[in-house]
């Protein structure tokens, strides 16, 4: 089974800031999935990552806001640009293998 | 497209008593199916999936699910509820024809009274 590490785990950050959520897999994967998990909510997927391709982003989620890089099999990183209150979420990573998602701790974003 | 169905985003039981979180799917295509668990500031861990054979599928810490086509469920149960499986539940199907994503339903809270 896959293991994901994603950093930082939680953040404070203040409005009109960035983040960048790293995440890192212990094997080579060729998708991975970045999901925001809203105070009390479900998880919604926001986009799926491929190495070496543009990252494809669900309605409602664009690019500028969520800028992803997946640079190699092993690694990606989410950026949550000029961040709101609205963005205070939990952010995961996950990877498939085998027909089972695997997914980081989560990190938990407070903005202020 | 698929969807995720679950009824009753908070059910409080019993210590002892039966667990019963409900879960419906629709899908255009043969579902994996799929329940996590969310304990308070963790990540999301694997219960139980349904890909392909038996229908009843039994998960890690006593739960169980079945798979039931006619129905379009996959209802999670345990037998008796302990103090330590309150946490956030999640139903979840996967679109194993688009990348293998997950599509969640809206989670339900189980809360367990001594």
């Known amino acids: 089974s896959a293991v994901i590490s994603q950093k930082p785990s939680r953040d404070i950050c203040q409005r009109g800031t960035s983040l960048t959520i790293q995440c890192q897999v212990d094997?080579?994967?060729?998708?991975m999935f970045w999901y925001r998990q809203q105070p009390g909510q479900s998880l919604t997927l926001i986009a799926t990552a491929n190495q070496g391709s543009e990252a494809t982003y669900e309605s409602g989620f664009v690019i500028d806001k969520f800028p992803i890089s997946r640079p190699n099999l092993t690694f990606s990183t989410l950026t949550v640009s000029n961040m709101s209150p609205e963005d205070s979420s939990i952010y995961l990573c996950?990877?498939?293998?085998?027909?089972?998602?695997?997914f980081g701790q989560g990190t938990r974003l407070t903005v202020v | 497209a698929q969807s995720v169905t679950q009824l009753g985003s908070h059910v409080s039981v019993s210590e002892g008593a039966l667990v019963l979180l409900r879960c419906n799917y629709s899908?255009?295509?043969?579902?994996?199916l799929f329940w996590y668990v969310q304990y308070p500031n963790q990540g999301l861990q694997l219960l139980l999936k349904?890909?392909?054979?038996?229908?009843l599928v039994k998960g890690i810490n006593g739960f169980e699910a079945e798979f039931k086509k006619s129905e379009t469920s996959f209802h999670l149960t345990k037998p008796s509820a302990h103090m330590s499986d309150a946490a956030e539940y999640f139903c979840?199907?996967?679109?194993?024809?688009?990348?293998?994503?997950?599509?969640f339903g809206g989670g339900t809270r189980l809360m367990v009274k001594p």
């Open positions: 094997s080579q994967v060729t998708m």
């Open positions: 899908s255009s295509v043969p579902p994996y």
């Open positions: 349904y890909t392909t054979g038996a229908t």
């Open positions: 979840a199907v996967m679109h194993n024809n688009a990348g293998n994503m997950l599509t």
């Open positions: 996950s990877v498939e293998e085998g027909f089972e998602a695997f």
